[in-house]
């Protein structure tokens, strides 16, 4: 009790030290979603003035004293995107907690949140959407990292990540192998009429965990029993030619032109282009499915027997036609064979556009805290991804900044950011080219 009041004296004197105008009410608006340990959750805490209105304005909303009884963070920001104010909590352990905040008329708002304790993969609920698969005979069903939903003990879904895995047993209980990260396994079709069974089954660092084990049903059909074809899209495809649109591709803000420092070396004639083939990462899975005459699908992973393009230099495929790859700029279609049927067709177009910046993406479970006097950096969190949808994996020419200098400093070239006092701020990094990827960091003391 005697902490309680305590923490109640302090939050007093920080209210009298706030000014406000015009707030008449608040409420927080509270929703149905699981709250877990260390993942921020964005709060709803709708503040009115006298007409009724709402308040949006963030050097009103930030002299709000917003706080949390358990002692976890809550804090004002603006969104990255709309750059609205944004109130966040940060709860730190699980159980009720309980939210307040006052302004210094003494107007309220208090909602209580159940905390719970962090999501893991608890069940598999389908391989590419479903748990009994037809196969055509001479195929099978491929199950990997990407193409299966999995459940957490929430029942939303759950990416699955090292070091859980699902390992994979056939009706006899023995293991053929598991799914994670960097493996895959292929389930060859049963003959024409018959299931075989198998287990998926979660593993933890632990063990296996508790009901975590799925049954998945394989069953073989004929292939003329299948009346029609689809290819998944592969989208437009890099073509490998064409100069660098990265800028200094160099140690991040050194500014450095790697590519006229190339030309200056060897003149003008520097090469220009690049050899793509099936194991670059701008190469694209075909993935080929089947239909029988219900509407079902057929699973048809290792069904293409051959390839063909219109313009054999425009595009090339893998040993095993799964994967293609471009080779020159233009547009071309292609057809995917079984045996003596073309199963499909589509035209692809590859750009000889040469990859540059088109996405920013910060770790979605890196903790963004940092105590007072204490550092951590940011650019080890950032991924940027080009216009083909691949990871530009090569350290990139910008400059660092925080629009909140008296709350941190931040190393332009390097994204190191210390905390110097309490609050939070937003860190953005601007390339050479002018384009902006921002994030929101909390200093604690």
């Known amino acids: 009790m005697k902490k309680r009041i305590i923490t109640f004296a302090l939050l007093l004197c920080l209210v009298q030290t ?16 699981v709250v877990e340990i260390n993942e921020p959750v964005v709060l709803d805490l709708q503040v009115f003035d006298e007409t009724g209105q709402v308040i949006n304005d963030y050097q009103t ?21 709309t750059l609205l104010p944004k109130l966040t909590f940060l709860p730190s352990k699980a159980g009720d907690v309980y939210l ?22 608890t069940y598999v609920e389908g391989v590419r959407g479903s748990l009994h698969w037809k196969t055509a005979e001479g195929a099978g069903l491929l199950l990997t990292h990407e193409n299966m939903t999995i459940l957490d003990q929430y029942g939303r879904g759950y990416e699955l990540e090292n070091p859980y895995y699902v390992e994979v047993k056939d009706s006899d209980g ?12 292929f389930l060859s079709s049963p003959k024409a ?20 084990t799925t049954a998945l049903y394989v069953t073989g059909v004929e292939t003329d029993e299948i009346t029609a074809y689809r290819l998944n899209l592969v989208g437009r495809l890099y073509g490998g030619s064409g100069s660098s649109g990265l800028g200094g591709l160099t140690g991040v803000g050194a500014g450095v032109d790697t590519q006229s420092l190339l030309q200056s070396f060897l003149g003008t004639q520097a090469p220009q282009t690049e050899t793509l083939d099936e194991n670059s990462d701008y190469a694209k899975d075909l993935v080929l499915s089947g239909y029988l005459s219900d509407g079902e699908e057929v699973a048809l992973d290792r069904f293409i027997t051959y390839a063909t393009t219109s313009d054999s230099g425009m595009v090339g495929f893998s040993e095993n036609y799964d994967k293609i790859f471009g ?22 177009t590859v750009s000889s556009e040469a990859p540059s910046f088109e996405k920013f993406v910060f770790e979605e479970d890196f903790d963004y805290v940092v105590r007072v006097g204490t550092s951590i950096d940011l650019a080890e969190t950032l991924t940027i991804i080009d216009q083909y949808g691949v990871e530009i994996t090569e350290e990139v ?10 709350l941190a400093t931040i190393n332009r070239d390097t994204g190191r950011v210390r905390g110097k006092k309490a609050g939070a701020l ?9 384009k902006l990827a921002t994030h929101t960091l909390l200093v604690v003391e």
Do not use: C
């Not at 023995?174 to 396994?185: H, S």
């Open 327 to 348: 080779q020159s700029a233009g547009t071309t279609t292609i057809g995917l064979w079984h045996q003596l049927t073309r199963a499909v067709y589509l035209d692809v």
């Open 100 to 121: 307040y905040a006052i302004t210094r008329d003494g107007v309220k708002a208090e909602a209580k949140v159940s905390v719970e304790i962090p999501g893991v993969p």
């Open 61 to 81: 909303l930030k002299e709000i004293v917003v706080g949390a009884l358990d002692g976890s963070f809550v804090y004002w920001s603006r969104d990255e995107e």
């Open 174 to 185: 023995d293991v053929i192998g598991q799914v994670d990260e960097n493996m895959d396994v």
């Open 426 to 434: 937003t860190v953005g990094f601007i390339t050479e080219e002018g």
């Open 397 to 406: 020419a910008g400059q660092w900044f925080v629009d909140e200098t008296e």
């Open 18 to 33: 706030a000014g406000f105008a015009g707030v008449q009410q608040m409420e927080f608006i509270m929703n149905d979603d």
């Open 193 to 212: 009429g018959k299931t075989e069974s198998y287990s998926l089954v979660i593993h933890d660092p632990d063990g296996v965990l508790e009901d975590a």
